[in-house]
């Protein structure tokens, strides 16, 4: 099938692929298991993700590598797909660049506030870190959450060491709310952002689609 009418046909069932975010070059869709593999091939490489030993950083990324780690992103993938409702909405997306499948972007209702606040969460191949991407991919999550779908507040945590993630959310508007032991010892840093904050970093002309059958099934 035509990777279009798949996504459109998936799109009727479950809005989340129905989504799409665009900036530039730089497209966010829900990944079918096209895009997955490719993301999985990602995760397997040793390194691929994250520099090998510095795994604590990602707050439980696993050390495996391989097949194993392909099989636990797939089926942790899988896992997400399901319709969404006013109290459990989950989109992740692929980070598509220039065509290419770079990294993946999670966003999703946070457990005590699913109208009102949004989690972010994500990660690009180490080859394509440290360029501008993460930072970019943040900003169109935020325009997708704070736009179209109506949040007033969003979310993230990284590992205290984890400097990139933590120099992403400072460029993109958040504070540090609190700081918490994760049961593995490490501390994360858990910050906000407001629409009002984001709006001083926004992107100009992000491209939001697909928005409104998903709002529709958040909103119940
Ligand atoms: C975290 C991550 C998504 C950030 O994306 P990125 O493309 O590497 O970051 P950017 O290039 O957009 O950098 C954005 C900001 O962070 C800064 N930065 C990037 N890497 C940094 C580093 N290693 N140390 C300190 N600052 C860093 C940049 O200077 C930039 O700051 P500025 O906007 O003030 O100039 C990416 O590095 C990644 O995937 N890391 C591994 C997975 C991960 O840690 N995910 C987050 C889990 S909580």
């Known amino acids: 099938m035509d990777a279009d009418l798949l996504r459109a046909d998936l799109a009727a069932l479950y809005p989340q692929f129905g989504l799409r975010v665009a900036h530039r070059g730089t497209v966010l869709l829900v990944p079918t298991d096209e895009e997955l593999l490719e993301l999985a091939e990602i995760v397997a490489e040793p390194g691929g993700v994250v520099e090998p030993g510095r795994a604590g950083e990602l707050m439980g990324w696993p050390e495996d590598e391989g097949a194993v780690a392909a099989r636990r992103f797939v089926e942790w993938a899988w896992r997400l797909r399901e319709a969404p409702t006013p109290t459990r909405w989950r989109a992740p997306f692929a980070v598509l660049d220039g065509g290419r499948v770079l990294g993946l972007a999670v966003l999703a209702h946070e457990l005590d506030d699913p109208a009102g606040t949004a989690r972010t969460s994500s990660w690009l191949a180490r080859a394509e870190q440290g360029r501008g991407l993460g930072r970019r991919v943040r ?44 049961s593995d010892g490490v501390v994360e840093v858990h910050a906000a952002v407001t629409p009002g904050a984001w709006r001083k970093k926004r992107l100009r002309d992000v491209d939001v689609e697909g928005a409104e059958a998903f709002l529709d099934a958040i909103r119940g």
Not at 148 to 175: F, Q
């Open 139 to 182: 900003l169109m999550l935020l325009e997708l959450a704070f736009g179209p779908l109506g949040m007033t507040r969003a979310v993230t945590a990284a590992a205290v060491g984890n400097e990139a993630s933590r120099a992403v959310s400072a460029a993109c508007g958040y504070r540090e709310t609190h700081r918490a032991t994760g």
